[in-house]
């Protein structure tokens, strides 16, 4: 079953925009993660969130947590015609293993 | 450092066939996993090995999937018999030892389409 839902299901920018997309799961967890998969190099890890934390940068990517609102996005900023992807988050549950749940995906177009 | 490897890459049989996939996980990480990636969804976890024990194959189906990780190292899953709704591409990932924060690295998939 998937646990997260991501919105939109597609976008389209033009290149030097930033994109948003946003991802919403059911259950507590761990921690948040997100990933890009494009067809040249498949699926690659992005960015982990923990749940005590509330915001997290790395290059180019900002990722917010609301574990309150059950929600999480990820912004790109100043985009670039290869960040064209899908980009998946996925949910980390707490047992003691990693139990990673993906979302639906979020399809990112940028068109140079 | 190799990453996951994958063979084959593609794969094409009629429904009723068997078919298998192999893995060979990033040398040392003692997690390996499994997922399906149904086109246009996101990769659904199949089963979740450490070392060369079973952690989780609650999504397995397991009257035609079967997968084992001999000596903790490569593994192969295999489906007997294929049905039309296991078109998809399987993925294989490995982590370090499946802490909760680890980071998986993916294999490229094979992609299977079944007739």
């Known amino acids: 079953s998937q646990q997260g839902e991501e919105d939109p299901q597609a976008l389209s920018i033009q290149e030097g925009e930033n994109a948003t997309m946003n991802c919403s799961y059911k259950t507590s967890i761990n921690n948040l993660q997100w990933y890009r998969q494009n067809s040249g190099r498949g699926l690659v890890h992005l960015i982990l969130?923990?749940?005590?934390?509330r915001e997290k940068h790395s290059g180019r990517l900002r990722v917010t947590l609301d574990t309150s609102k059950k929600s999480s996005s990820l912004l790109i900023t100043a985009s670039r015609a290869a960040d064209t992807a899908s980009y998946f988050c996925a949910t980390v549950n707490s047992g003691g293993y990693q139990k990673v749940t993906f979302g639906t995906g979020t399809k990112l177009q940028v068109i140079p | 450092e190799a990453g996951v490897a994958q063979s084959p890459r593609y794969k094409i049989i009629e429904k009723r066939q068997s078919v298998a996939f192999w893995c060979n996980p990033i040398s040392g990480h003692a997690t390996l996993y499994w997922y399906q990636q149904i086109l246009g969804q996101g990769p659904k976890l199949l089963i979740q090995?450490?070392?060369?024990?079973?952690?989780?194959d609650s999504q397995l189906p397991k009257d035609r999937f079967s997968a084992e990780r001999l000596k903790g190292v490569d593994s192969t899953l295999k489906i007997q018999p294929a049905k039309l709704e296991d078109s998809a591409v399987y993925l294989c990932?490995?982590?370090?030892?499946?802490?909760?924060?680890?980071?998986?690295?993916f294999g490229p998939g094979t992609r299977l389409l079944v007739l």
């Open positions: 969130i923990r749940s005590n934390e």
């Open positions: 090995f450490q070392n060369n024990g079973v952690v989780d």
């Open positions: 990932a490995s982590s370090l030892d499946g802490g909760e924060q680890e980071t998986q690295y």
